[in-house]
Nanobody, 119 residues
Framework: QVQVVESGGGLVRPGGFLRLSCAAS????????ISWYRQAPGKERELIAI???????NYAESVKGRFAMSRDNGKNTAILQMNNLKPEDTAVYYC?????????????WGQGTQVTVSS
């Protein structure tokens, strides 16, 4: 059974930090590109960070320099370290695992974790 579970969200003041975790099971984690998305109220879900299977990582401009993503294939986990948080970072954050080949497309999502940045 495939599971993707995010944790670590919460309420934090501007300038603060949070560490989100994504725990996966039921599939071969190392073969999947792992991403973090977020969705703010009334807005579309946006990609903010992705770590490819080759270990390279890309970030959205809105979080570059403040957020850092890592993955641990041995533990089937991914981490999103979020520093210097701003009110505009308030959103539900989702972990995604994706594998696209010529014969298959797997796309797994977690249930999301709420991050609220407010004084």
């Amino acid at each position: 059974q495939v599971q993707v579970v995010e944790s670590g969200g919460g309420l934090v003041r501007p300038g603060g930090f949070l560490r989100l975790s994504c725990a996966a099971s039921g599939f071969t984690f190392s073969k999947y590109d792992i991403s973090w998305y977020r969705q703010a109220p009334g807005k579309e879900r946006e990609l903010i960070a992705i770590t490819w299977t080759n270990w390279s990582t890309n970030y959205a401009e809105s979080v570059k320099g403040r957020f850092a993503m890592s993955r641990d294939n041995g533990k089937n986990t991914a981490i999103l370290q979020m520093n210097n948080l701003k009110p505009e970072d308030t959103a539900v954050y989702y972990c995604n695992a994706r594998l696209v080949t010529s014969v298959t497309k797997d796309d797994y999502w977690g249930q999301g974790t709420q991050v609220t940045v407010s004084s």
